[in-house]
Structures are given as C-alpha cells and as structure tokens.
C-alpha cells in the first residue's frame, strides 16, 4: 500500500497567497494584506449584512476588538492537532483518494487516550481531521461510500468523531474539525455541485457531535489547475454560523489566521488587528480582529509514520515553538498524530511530559506577584499593582491620553529570574508598539530585554540576571496601554 507520492502540491503558504488574484503578499517575513483601491484603509463602504458577529473598525486599529468566543480561543493557548486517517494506514502524507476503505483498521483506537494524553500536557482543545484531502471521511458520512462504514474497523459501524466528541466531554475539553475542502476523491469535485456536497457533509458534522470549538479550513491543492473548485466560503461560513454560532472558523476564515508557516512560530511582532481579507471578510473594510495560530507537527510528517518514531522533535526544540508562539501573542496548535493501532505513540507521549514538566516549572514561581509597584502615569481606576495582583480580570492603565509610561516593581529581595511575561488586557484592543525592561544596578537602569508588540501574551527569555527593582517601558501605544499581567520567572536548564 506504500507508494511515493508524485503530485504538484500548492500547500497552505502557496494557495494563501496567491488566493484572490494577488490579496497575499509577503514582505520582510510579514504576510499583508493587498486590499484592492476600493478597499484602500480609511474608506467604508454602506453597512452590510456578514454571517458574523460586528467587530469595531477602521482608525488606528486600536478600537478593534475580539469577540468573546475569539478571546475564550486566545486565553486557551495550546491545541492539539490529530492528522488521522488513511494516510495513516498507507505511508503516506497525501493520499489520492482511491485507497480502498477496508485498509483503514485502527485495532486498538482509544479517543480517551488521545484526550487524556491532551489534557495532561495542558491542550484545551483537540482538532481531529475528519476528511483529509483524500476525500475519506473518519465518519460514516451519507454523501459517501468511502468512509468508515466502509472498513472492517467496529465492523463498519464505526464513528470516529464521534467517539472523539465523547471523550472531549468527559474530560471537558473542546472539539474542533478539519474538513478538507479538496476531495481527491468526490467526483463532483471541481463543478458547482461540490460546494452543495461539501455544504452536506459540514451540516452531518455541524449538528451530530455537540458543540464545536473551530471548524479548520485547509487551503491546500494538487490537483490539475483546471479542475480547481470555486469554493463557495460565504456559504460555508453562513452555514458554520446558523447551525454552530460560536464556531470559529479558521486558516482559510475569517476568525482566525494561519500564521505563514508550519514551524509553529510567530512573528516577532504580531498583530491580531489586521486589514481585513476581500474574501474571508467579504463586506468588510478596514481592520478587523484576526490572531494567528501557528501549526507545527511533532514530527517531520503530519501523519504518523514508524519511520518517524524516533524523530520526535526534541524538548528544547519544542520549548523553543512555545516561546515563540503562545510567548508571540500567537495560539499553538501542536500535532500529535494517532499510529495505526488508533493510539498516540510512546514516544510522543514521553516527549509531551518532558515539556509539560518544565513548562510547570518555569511558571511555577512569579518573583513580581503581588509586590509592590508604581506607574509614570495611572488612570484612577486601574492602580500599577493590577498589572502584578495575578487577577486577570484588572491591568495598569496609564492616564487618558498618555501613550508612554512605565511600571516599576519592588521585589523586596535580590531575585534571578530569565524569563519575563507581558500581558495586555486584550478584551479592550491589542496597543503596545513597542517596549522595553530593564533591572536596576546600583545607581543605573540596565536593558535586559526590548521588543514591539505585547498582545494576550509576550515571554522574553535573557541570560539570568539577579535584581531586585524591574521596570517595564511602554515606549509606544496606539493609545493608552493597558497591561494586565507583568510576571518574572526562572526557567530551568535544559542540557539535552
């Protein structure tokens, strides 16, 4: 059943930036949008019914808010992706969609083991694949033969999904979905009757399996450009809104954002307000809110491969994806890929605990918790000690109109700590532009870490260094900042 794969691939990078006849243009290691003149920034166009909540727009983008079901996705921070499917049982990354169903015979698939798995390295949220680009559907889907019923596996009279759907609330984690768009398989596929097909296997999914947290669409395509399908996304969207309201929808949507690789890591600065997308944000203009969530696979391969068992990405390696995505005010959807007996393997199980472990750890201790601390400028309601009172729900906010201002914290005590956390209150806009902080030695201030944007979460790691008064330099804001959480920890040494 192994074969290689010979095939023209246009991946998520390739088909996101040239969708939309040039809206994707990358510059300096940042993806823009390329709004066409009539929608240059600054001009509204009249109100338009859209199939999603309104959001604030236009000006600077600091008025630009998150919904509550993006802020509730942000605040998760870390999701587990699950590529599982046939390309598990063939070999394979892409499958041509003309595998048999019968080789599909998962002998000991525990979704509970998945989830367990999930919720001990501190994932909120799993997103299975339940139809890759094969066009083979993990449920026993009515609009076609090639699915699960069809394989030898529960005798035909299985549901991955939903066995999955289970097991998230049992252990009251969330569920998402990834429906590839392109179906190697259907045969419709390429004509407008695809689009009537797809809207039917979103709405099997969309109203069989409770509530669910993302529905992920995929950009990728490989097959002849003349059988390209013109995707009705307006349509799938409305669907996605009337039948599961607080879905998000990401990557090839309008919630969410793929960050630009599959390395998992986000831009230095990144903006969750970003111009809005002709398509994805068809009837908009101006800035809306958009975070980026950055996807990388724990292995080489998306799907498990025995080949790869000893491939595992390394714990300084993926210690190094969670600071620079979850610490890039990005969310990181990490891919653990089920093996052919339907469990997830030893040695990414073993690799996870690693990381869970000195993820604990290094946030075990915050040296800056509720010591005291003083503003430059303080609005009268929202006190410097909000931005160390472990809360949450307050922030430091300087005066009206002051857009630069610092946040100093006494520790009482000589502390060594190498790792900072930055948070704004992001519930009323992403502001900071630009920072700076700096520890005091004898009778000066000494720059220890400097950086752009904040967002829900910013880490600066730096050689350790022993202090006890820190400051924290908003050196530029859209408008006045409002930071919810300043922390200081000490990671441990990793030696291998």
């Known amino acids: 059943m192994k074969a290689k794969q010979e095939v023209s691939k246009i991946t998520r990078r390739t088909f996101l930036q040239t969708l939309g006849a040039g809206v994707w243009v990358w510059a300096a290691g940042d993806i823009r949008s390329a709004l066409p003149a009539a929608a240059e920034e600054g001009k509204e166009t009249a109100a338009q ?102 394989s030898p596996w529960r005798e035909g009279k299985g549901d991955v999904v939903r066995e999955l759907a289970g097991a998230c609330q049992e252990a009251r984690l969330k569920m998402g979905l990834y429906l590839s768009p392109w179906d190697r398989h259907e045969p419709s596929y390429g004509t407008p009757a695809y689009n009537e097909f797809f809207k039917n296997q979103l709405t099997e999914l969309l109203t069989q399996y409770g509530d669910i947290f993302e529905v992920w669409f995929d950009g990728a395509y490989g097959g002849p450009p003349e059988k390209k399908q013109n995707y009705d ?134 040296f800056a918790q509720g010591k005291p601390a003083t503003a430059s400028s303080v609005r009268a309601d929202s006190q410097a000690a909000y931005a160390v009172d472990g809360e949450g729900r307050t922030y430091w906010a300087s005066d009206d109109g002051v857009t630069s201002a610092s946040l100093e914290v006494d520790l009482g005590e000589p502390a060594t700590f ?5 948070q704004e209150y992001i519930a009323l806009g992403q502001r900071v532009e630009e920072y700076r902080l700096e520890v005091r030695d ?13 967002g829900h979460k910013k ?30 920890y000490r990671a441990p040494v990793i030696t291998s």
């Not at 600066?460 to 330099?473: G, H, M, N, S």
């Open 233 to 366: 996304w307006q349509g799938y969207y409305e669907l996605i809104r009337r039948l599961q309201p607080h879905a998000l929808i990401a990557i090839c949507g309008p919630d969410i954002r793929w960050v630009g690789n599959e390395k998992g890591i986000a831009r230095e600065t990144e903006w969750s307000v970003q111009n809005a997308h002709p398509v994805f944000h068809r009837g908009l203009r101006g800035k809306v809110w958009w975070p980026a969530e950055c996807d990388v696979s724990i292995r080489p391969g998306w799907f498990w491969h025995r080949s790869q068992d000893s491939k595992v990405k390394s714990l300084a390696h993926l210690l190094d994806i969670y600071y620079k995505s979850v610490g890039r005010n990005a969310v990181l959807l990490l891919n653990v890929p089920p093996n052919d007996r339907g469990l997830i393997s030893e040695p990414d199980i073993q690799r996870l605990r690693e990381w869970r472990k000195v993820l604990d750890e290094t946030f075990a201790v915050n």
């Open 418 to 422: 190498n790792v900072a956390l930055t």
């Open 49 to 150: 019914p859209h199939p999603y909540p309104p959001r604030s727009r236009g000006g600077p983008g600091w008025d630009v808010m998150p919904t509550p079901q993006q802020l509730a996705w942000q605040e998760a921070e870390l999701g587990m992706f699950l590529h599982f499917g046939m390309n598990t049982f063939t070999d394979r990354e892409w499958g041509e969609g003309t595998e048999d169903p019968r080789w599909f015979n998962p002998t000991e698939l525990d979704p509970r083991q998945w989830v367990q798995v999930a919720k001990e390295a501190g994932f909120k949220y799993l997103i299975l694949t339940a139809k890759h680009h094969d066009g083979f559907c993990l449920w026993p889907s009515r609009y076609t033969e090639h699915s699960v019923k069809n």
């Open 442 to 454: 004898a009778q000066n201030w000494r720059l220890i870490a400097q950086g752009t944007t904040i």
């Open 459 to 488: 880490l600066d790691r730096f050689p350790e260094v022993t202090a006890r008064r820190v400051r924290l330099t908003i050196v530029k804001s859209r408008a006045g900042p409002l930071i919810r959480a300043f922390g200081l």
